[in-house]
């Protein structure tokens, strides 16, 4: 996020897309979700705004969660169970989505 935002060009979106199972069992030093909210809360600028978007696949996804911690930018998160319903989030996201 703050890498495309420091990127920034007036009149060219930006756009950042993150897969996840919602697991967070990688790197025990990571920010909670609650901190992550905070960081992207802090980052946010309107002068500088980057799309978020979350693609959450698997039954631990927490979806949920995810659309919490995205609030502060008005990020989206799009659940996906198939391959099928990865190709259409791709579309969804490259048409810039229906929620920005």
């Given amino acids: 996020y703050k890498a495309a935002q420091a990127d920034y060009q007036s009149g060219t979106p930006s756009h950042v897309v993150l897969f996840t199972d919602g697991k967070n069992e ?24 980057v799309l978020l978007t979350i693609i959450s696949f698997g039954p631990e996804s927490n979806a949920e969660l995810l659309g919490k911690i995205l609030e502060p930018v008005e990020g989206y998160v799009d659940p996906v169970r198939t391959a099928a319903d990865v190709r259409a989030v791709f579309i969804h996201v490259a048409a810039g989505g229906v929620h920005h």
């Fill in 26 to 49: 990688d790197d025990p030093g990571s920010l909670t979700a609650n901190e992550l909210r905070k960081a992207l809360a802090a980052a946010a600028d309107p002068n500088r705004p």
